[in-house]
């Protein structure tokens, strides 16, 4: 199963890719592939919030599922992936323990990863 990882990045020390890239590790040891938005490379269109949300929806379009970053609520890029990956199917994965409201009924499973 391929795993795009989504969550807050802009305006966050390290762009947050220490949780992006300790994230990667998390599922990576589980046997997921995985698609890491911290790992890109800057994009050809330049380095603008557009830019990288074009690489981020072609990532995110060859995946099978998206896991939800704590914080992934208040960032705008992360509430598009979030929504993109609703009307496509796809699972929607949170970490352990996170408090992630579960009311709203989704198209696709919800799963946790476990710890």
Same mark, same amino acid.
């Given at each position: ?7 807050p990045?802009?305006?966050?020390p +390290?762009?947050?890719?220490?949780a992006?890239? !300790? ?20 994009? !050809? ?10 690489? !981020?929806?072609? =990532? ?5 599922a ?7 609520? +208040?960032?705008?890029?992360? =509430? ?7 009307g ?7 970490p352990?323990?996170?408090? =992630?409201?579960?009311? +709203?009924p989704? =198209?696709a ?7």
């Open positions: 199963m391929r795993v795009y990882i989504a969550g990045m802009t305006g966050l +390290e762009s947050n890719y220490p992006f890239h !300790a994230a990667a590790a998390h599922l990576r040891a589980r046997g997921f592939n995985v698609e890491n938005p911290a790992e890109n490379g800057l994009p !050809a269109c330049g380095g603008t919030w557009l830019g990288w949300m074009r690489l !981020a929806v072609a =990532q995110l379009a060859r995946c099978d998206i896991y939800l970053l704590p914080g992934w609520k +208040e960032s705008r890029g992360a =509430q598009v992936e979030h929504q993109l990956a609703r496509l199917g796809l699972w929607v994965m949170y352990p323990r996170a408090a =992630q409201p579960r009311a +709203e989704l =198209q499973a919800t799963a946790e990863v476990a710890a």
